[in-house]
């Protein structure tokens, strides 16, 4: 038996303990996804926290035979979509990959390294969100093609176009941002 069904199997017999172990184990994943996909950190803090009270509720719906990690990251990506089709637009927020920055560099290279973040986040918003989402949970969560066809409900080949065509839309976005200069 794995962790997470220890967890899970913990709350199911009353010990509210079990379900913080799994917010604690994968509250910053979530958070991530969210912000990655809508945009904002308050947004993606929101999304995060209306993302584990479904998990809350729903744990006793969770099927044994997927993955924990998959259903939260469907609830995660679900969410996040509903919030987006709720703002009605796409979000350009510059709070998005803060954790990349490295805490041994200079100050000119802090600098550097801040200024192409902030370009990186810039044209990440641009990339629409039905593929950006792909692409969050393959370059920066790091799940397999096979878990992420899970979480998005989709064949693994759909899953590869997605995240083609929004490593297309990113790079085609870093080349108007740089002026061709990549």
């Known amino acids: 038996m794995d962790e997470d069904t220890l967890f899970i199997h913990k709350f199911l017999d009353g010990d509210e303990k079990g379900f913080e172990a799994l917010v604690n184990k994968y509250q910053d994943r979530v ?7 809508a945009g904002k950190d308050r947004d993606g803090e929101d999304i995060a926290q209306e993302t584990f009270l479904k998990v809350y509720y729903g744990l006793k719906s969770f099927k044994r035979n997927a993955q924990f990690s998959t259903w939260l990251y469907r609830i995660a990506v679900n969410t996040a979509y509903s919030c987006m089709r709720k703002r ?16 041994d560099a200079g100050p000119k290279d ?11 986040k810039k044209a990440l918003m641009k ?3 039905k593929f ?3 692409m969050v949970l393959k370059d920066i969560e790091g ?5 992420i066809s899970k979480v998005l409900n989709c064949r693994i080949g759909t899953v590869e176009s997605k995240i083609y065509r929004a490593r297309q839309f990113l790079k085609e976005e870093l ?3 740089e002026g061709g200069a990549i």
Do not use: F, G, H, W
């Open 110 to 120: 802090a600098l550097l390294i801040k200024e192409k973040q902030a370009m990186l």
């Open 143 to 147: 799940l397999s093609y096979a878990e």
């Open 127 to 129: 990339v629409p969100v």
């Open 88 to 103: 009605d637009r796409y979000v350009k927020d510059e709070n998005v990959l803060e954790a990349s920055i490295s805490t």
């Open 31 to 37: 958070l991530n996804i969210a912000c990655s996909i």
């Open 175 to 177: 080349l108007k941002i």
């Open 132 to 134: 950006r989402a792909a």
